[in-house]
């Protein structure tokens, strides 16, 4: 069966700027989760969605907010986005919350 | 303080040299330990997944091992292989579904 896929796998936006980033998790999963990847900081949760619902939150200011639809597809929104944004967002989804997690290629993000 | 808590930060070894990654945690309450192996650019696999009644699992050469008591984790990579560069991140989930991501240990095999 398909994988997780998110789009776009690269971006470059300008400070200031807003982005939306898309997850589609594998068939039948309804949890999806975001992180946000950097050299110096490693993997970094931002949030978690079961159901449409966000369920666990991580550290990450207002600017960070997400969301999910019915078919479990979840987009992810950065407004106002600053130089230290730039990251790897991967996305991840699992069937239940002690099942495999199953990580996606993930967003190259490119704030100049 | 990060709650989990891996070593060494990097390691070189030689193709075909066994090594051994070290993952501490403090996560509570424990649910279950994960080990992911991430190659560059690219996201996390898994490579296991272990509950607080299992001490060992494989993976073909990889074995992971949990001591609960301690709440220590280690992974074991048996003759090792150019394709086994990446980073491995220990994960730690607890009761409420949250989990706990480790920095990670860069694994560099050299000829």
């Known amino acids: 069966k398909a994988g997780v896929t998110q789009t776009p796998r690269y971006l470059i936006k300008t400070r200031g700027q807003q982005v939306t980033l898309s997850c589609s998790p594998i068939?039948?999963?309804?949890?999806v989760s975001w992180y946000q990847q950097t050299p110096g900081q490693g993997l970094q949760f931002l949030f978690e969605?079961?159901?449409?619902?966000?369920?666990n939150k991580g550290n990450f200011p207002g600017r960070f907010s997400g969301r999910q639809f019915s078919n479990s597809r979840s987009e992810m929104n950065v407004s106002t986005l600053e130089l230290g944004d730039s990251a790897l967002y991967l996305c991840?989804?699992?069937?239940?919350?002690?099942?495999?997690?199953?990580f996606g290629p993930g967003t190259r993000l490119t704030v100049l | 303080k990060n709650q989990v808590e891996q070593s060494p930060q990097s390691l070189i070894i030689l193709e075909g040299k066994n090594c051994t990654l070290q993952c501490n945690y403090t996560v509570s309450p424990f649910s279950n330990l994960r080990w992911y192996k991430q190659d560059t650019g690219r996201g996390p696999v898994s490579l296991t997944i272990m509950t607080f009644s299992e001490n060992t699992k494989s993976n073909g050469r990889y074995t992971a091992t949990l001591d609960a008591d301690t709440k220590q984790s280690s992974l074991h990579i048996t003759a090792s292989q150019l394709s086994d560069s990446a980073s491995y991140i220990c994960?730690?989930?607890?009761?409420?579904?949250?989990?706990?991501f480790g920095a990670g240990t860069t694994v560099t095999v050299r000829a």
């Open positions: 991840a989804s699992r069937l239940g919350d002690y099942n495999e997690q199953f």
């Open positions: 969605y079961f159901s449409e619902t966000q369920r």
């Open positions: 994960v730690v989930g607890r009761d409420d579904y949250k989990l706990s």
């Open positions: 068939s039948g999963h309804r949890s």
